[in-house]
C-alpha cells in the first residue's frame, strides 16, 4: 500500500525553553563570577598576612645572628637560633 507523503506542518518555535536557557546561562556566569572575585579576595588577603608574618624579618631572629656573626664559634646562640627558628615556623 502506498501513502500520501507526510509533511511536517511548520508550528511557531517555542521562546520559552530559549528564554529559560538563558536566564540559566546567565545566572552560571554570574554564580562563576562571584565566586571568581571571592578567590581573588581571598588570595590577596592571604598574601599580605603571609608578607606580614616573615619569619625571616624577626627582629630577635636578626639579634641571635649577628651576635652570631660575631662569635662564630658559639653553640648557645646557634641553639637559640635553632629554638627561635622552630617555633617561628
Same mark, same amino acid.
Given at each position: 500500500m502506498l501513502t500520501a507523503p507526510?509533511?511536517?506542518t511548520a508550528s511557531a518555535p517555542q521562546r520559552g525553553g530559549g528564554e529559560a #536557557?538563558? /536566564?540559566? +546561562? +546567565?545566572? &552560571?556566569? +554570574? %554564580?562563576g563570577g562571584v565566586f #571568581? %572575585?571571592?578567590?581573588? %579576595?581571598?588570595?590577596? &588577603?592571604?598574601? %599580605? /598576612? &603571609? $608578607? &606580614?608574618?616573615?619569619?625571616? $624579618?624577626?627582629?630577635?631572629? /636578626?639579634?641571635? $645572628?649577628? $651576635?652570631?656573626?660575631?662569635n662564630p664559634t658559639d653553640e648557645q646562640t646557634k641553639q637559640r637560633i635553632r629554638q627561635l627558628d622552630l617555633q617561628l615556623r
Open positions: 507526510q509533511t511536517k #536557557a538563558g /536566564r540559566a +546561562w +546567565w545566572l &552560571a556566569a +554570574w %554564580v #571568581a %572575585v571571592l578567590m581573588g %579576595v581571598t588570595l590577596l &588577603a592571604g598574601y %599580605v /598576612r &603571609a $608578607k &606580614a608574618d616573615d619569619p625571616l $624579618k624577626s627582629p630577635q631572629l /636578626r639579634e641571635y $645572628k649577628e $651576635k652570631l656573626r660575631l
